[in-house]
């Protein structure tokens, strides 16, 4: 009745006028963060991480710094120096597709949702209720039935503020953990490529007895061994410390660890108490087979590898892989054997660790297998383009070890399950 509209005007109206002055405002925040937003962004919107990083100014770099190398010899400390620089930005241009992909969907898209869809409706509803009062007397129950719309509105953008505040703090966390993890990753590499390149030539060609940088052969002969000491002795440690360690082989870890563990492994002399961080144990494994002369997956057997990976049918692409298996030289192969066991048995621990299949080819893909080569098309492939064909690679390799290395292998859970009850790594 009248008695009861006027009274619900005097008690809901005032209220809901304090939070009116609060919505065009909002709309315009909106409205102005997302357009300076979007002329911050280096990358074009909708777009997945991988097409952002190719026209991202850092990836270009990366690229110019991989053209820039080809002239230098292997030797040539510029060209180790500039080696590093490719990946440090690569890695650098990951990062930076990643966070504006993440300011994409949990800011930008929210926040335009809100200027153009959430409080312009409010506002429609405020004229509509505004045109509705100035015929009060003519249409007083219509009246009645918008305000109780605009009122419900107008209470949930108030009880919803605090919530479109935090898009705003959203951005200061996605910036700072942005920093955050570039400055890690730089001052962790930093560190790394000094003492690298500071070595002396005399350290460099002092190679008696080492196993980094020694041919796989050459080492299993003079140890007696059928796995490689680097391998064999990593994966150890790994399965009993490292399993749930989130981002095992993509995180690096302190050089002078890496570079400890490294002199051990060379020296022959190992005490696994003494190595404790999982990241420095996963960079030096993954430095001995980056230093290999030749790669675990060798080089004549390199196109055969993407032809089997071109197969579509599961079926034939597994059957082309065991074809191209039995080629390997049984010391690659029994090598391969070992290390791709337990990369299926990491694999297992992804919800934990994060290092899916495809997280790890991508990873230590390129460790394994590249080309035989030199000049530009080399260089390329190393920056960006045999990086995705290695993936394709190495995935299944992981995904399907099972069926791909049946012969006196257990599966990916029995044999962690023997490791961390204590059984004998020998299994394998």
Known sequence: DSSRSVH?????????????????????????????????????????????????????????????????????????????????????????????????KEVLEPLNKLSEEDLPEILKNKKQFAKLTMDWHNALNKWVTHSDQYSADLYHFATKEEAYANY????????????????????????????????????????????????????????????????????????????REEGLFRLAAAASA???????????????????????????????????????????????WFQAAGEKELTDKLEQFKIVLKKLPSENYNNLRYLVQFLSCLSEQQAVNRMSPSNIAIVLGPNLLWPHMEGEAALLDMASASSVQVVAVVEPLIKYSSSLFPEGTVPPSMFCLLVFRGGVLGVL
């Open 8 to 104: 619900y005007v005097k008690g809901e109206y005032i209220w809901d006028l304090a939070h009116t002055q609060r919505v065009e405002p909002a709309k315009k925040a909106a409205q102005v963060i997302h357009k300076k937003l979007l002329g911050c962004l280096q990358s074009q919107l909708g777009l997945d991480t991988e097409r952002r990083m190719k026209k991202l100014p850092l990836m270009l770099l990366s690229v110019s710094m991989a053209e820039s190398f080809k002239d230098f010899d292997a030797d040539s400390s510029i060209r180790k120096v500039l080696e590093m620089c490719c990946f440090m930005e690569n890695h650098l241009a990951k990062t930076l597709a990643e966070f504006e992909l993440k300011l994409e």
């Open 168 to 243: 705003f703090i959203r951005l200061l966390e996605l910036q700072a953990e942005h920093h955050k993890n570039s400055h890690d990753f730089l001052e962790r590499n930093i560190t790394e490529l000094k003492e690298s390149h500071n070595q002396t030539d005399s350290q460099k060609n002092n190679s008696r007895g080492k196993v980094y940088g020694e041919p796989l052969l050459t080492h299993l002969y003079d140890s007696g061994r059928e796995i490689a000491v680097p391998i064999q002795e990593c994966v150890h440690m790994l399965l009993h410390t490292g399993m």
């Open 258 to 304: 890496v570079k400890r563990l490294k002199s051990s492994l060379d020296g022959g002399v190992m005490n696994h108490s003494e190595f404790t961080d999982p990241h420095a144990v996963a960079g030096a494994l993954k430095s001995y087979l980056r230093e290999l002369p030749e790669p675990l997956m060798t080089f004549e057997l390199y196109n055969d």
